[in-house]
């Protein structure tokens, strides 16, 4: 079984965007809070993925790659709306890959950092354009971001 050891983080500042970038689009078959079901399209690459329950900072993850065009037609007739549609960068800081999110459409204004982690209990070295941890609030997560998307946020009170 895999399991994905993540952190997650708010985005400040501009430094983040000398990293290469890829485009994603994604949806879910499925938003259970046990296990969600993703189909993603990132650059010319396509994969679904189920996800198990977060637990502190890790759950259980499996990841497959599939054909373009069968992501394509999922994305369009199955998954839940809105999609989730974003810039992805990839930079590398005190020895770790980050990924920072940059969101659009429904979630646009919304700029997150994940960095994956070999062990709950691994340091991390902070970079300057990091802000507040927000690991453990599942708004943030993207299945959330579905159902209750970002420009929803400030209406909600």
């Not at 599939?66 to 999922?74: K, N, S, T, V």
């Not at 691994?122 to 690991?135: D, K, Y």
Request: charged share 30%; hydrophobic share 30%; glycine share 8%.
């Amino acid at each position: 079984m895999a399991t994905e050891i993540e952190r997650k983080f708010l985005v400040s500042g501009e430094d983040w965007r000398s990293g290469d970038a890829t485009r994603y689009r994604q949806g879910y078959l499925n938003l259970d809070k046990e296990r969600t079901v993703r189909v993603r399209l990132a650059g010319d690459s396509a994969y679904i993925t189920v996800k198990g329950e977060t637990s502190g900072t890790a759950r259980k993850e499996f990841e497959y790659q599939i054909p373009p065009h069968d992501a394509d037609e999922m994305l369009a007739t199955l998954c839940h709306r809105p999609l989730i549609e974003k810039c992805r960068y990839r930079v590398k800081h005190g020895g770790l890959d980050w990924e920072i999110d940059e969101l659009f459409g429904d979630n646009t204004g919304l700029v997150v950092a994940e960095v994956e982690l070999d062990s709950v209990k691994q340091t991390i070295e902070r970079p300057a354009w990091l802000g507040e941890v927000v690991t453990s609030d599942p708004r943030y997560y993207n299945a959330s971001l579905v159902q209750h998307p970002y420009r929803t946020w400030k209406t909600q009170g």
